[in-house]
């Protein structure tokens, strides 16, 4: 009896890191698309404030 126990906490334990790892990967993600959003504007903003066209 104690020995399942011990396993079922054992198999408890890695299924919350797991789902641990899950969210913390998602978090990363979601930080990744962003921050990328947020770099692609500022490129682009500098794009447009260095370009010919904008100096006529």
Same mark, same amino acid.
Do not use: C, H, T, W
């Given at each position: 009896?104690?020995?399942?126990? %011990? #396993? &079922?906490?054992?198999?408890? %334990? /890695? &299924?919350?890191?797991? /789902? &641990? !790892? *899950? =969210? /913390?990967? *998602?978090? =990363? =993600? *979601?930080? $990744? !698309?962003? $921050?990328?959003?947020? =770099?692609? %504007?500022? &490129? ?6 260095? %370009?010919?066209? *904008? #100096?006529?």
């Amino acid at each position: 009896m104690k020995n399942k126990l %011990s #396993k &079922l906490r054992s198999g408890q %334990s /890695i &299924l919350e890191y797991g /789902i &641990l !790892v *899950a =969210v /913390i990967s *998602a978090a =990363v =993600v *979601a930080m $990744f !698309v962003y $921050f990328q959003r947020s =770099v692609n %504007s500022r &490129l682009e903003d500098l794009r447009q404030e260095y %370009s010919p066209q *904008a #100096k006529e």
